[in-house]
T-cell receptor
Framework: SAVISQKPSRDICQRGTSLTIQCQVDSQVTMMFWYRQQPGQSLTLIATANQGSEATYESGFVIDKFPISRPNLTFSTLTVSNMSPEDSSIYLC????????????FGSGTRLTVV | QKEVEQDPGPLSVPEGAIVSLNCTYSNSAFQYFMWYRQYSRKGPELLMYTYSSGNKEDGRFTAQVDKSSKYISLFIRDSQPSDSATYLCAMIVNQGGKLIFGQGTELSVKP
């Protein structure tokens, strides 16, 4: 299965600042996904990132707040902009797992705390 | 109403017990069903996946899907302390589509 490296693993940030999270995959993938997992909650899809096109955002998430880049088939970044304490969450990237058709592999996540 | 409902627990069982984890869903279009295991401070790990209704077994784990009842289950036989984790059900309509998760059930297996 694909191996995903996500950086940073954790960070503590001041409100009003921005953090860029990196996701590197060891194989080429068409679609990458970004999720948020708030404390004690399940995973919520933020957006889908396809190489060479604009990311598609889910209801409640906007590009100005969560800009995404997808420069090639193995890499993506998610920026959390103008952060507030409500943005404190775990952010995870995910890719469709080769061979299963519908299984998804997740990175280990970025644990963000906004103070 | 959430698309996928899962009892968050926590669920505590003794070592060796049979564990039953369940999810219900409302969207009859879901066709692919998955179970993920998430250890503390880790990303979710794909445990099992099934297509449509039926059973699938992998070692101590059995996944069941009943599309007529919109109900899926994960059974863990001979549970071990290393099985202590949060288990999330997830499902999608089509391959490559949006993955919808349940809330996750926190399981603790006591030695």
């Amino acid at each position: 299965s694909a191996v995903i490296s996500q950086k940073p693993s954790r960070d503590i940030c001041q409100r009003g600042t921005s953090l860029t999270i990196q996701c590197q995959v060891d194989s080429q993938v068409t679609m990458m996904f970004w999720y948020r997992q708030q404390p004690g909650q399940s995973l919520t899809l933020i957006a889908t990132a396809n190489q060479g096109s604009e990311a598609t955002y889910e209801s409640g998430f906007v590009i100005d707040k969560f800009p995404i880049s997808r420069p090639n088939l193995t890499f993506s970044t998610l920026t959390v902009s103008n952060m507030s304490p409500e943005d404190s969450s775990i952010y995870l990237c995910s890719v469709a797992q080769p061979g299963t058709g519908y299984g998804y592999t997740f990175g280990s996540g970025t644990r963000l705390t906004v103070v | 109403q959430k698309e996928v409902e899962q009892d968050p627990g926590p669920l505590s069982v003794p070592e060796g017990a049979i564990v039953s984890l369940n999810c219900t869903y409302s969207n009859s279009a879901f066709q692919y069903f998955m179970w993920y295991r998430q250890y503390s401070r880790k990303g979710p790990e794909l445990l099992m996946y099934t297509y449509s209704s039926g059973n699938k077994e992998d070692g101590r784990f059995t996944a069941q899907v009943d599309k007529s009842s919109k109900y899926i289950s994960l059974f863990i036989r001979d549970s071990q302390p290393s099985d202590s984790a949060t288990y999330l059900c997830a499902m999608i309509v089509n391959q490559g589509g949006k993955l919808i998760f349940g809330q996750g059930t926190e399981l603790s297996v006591k030695p």
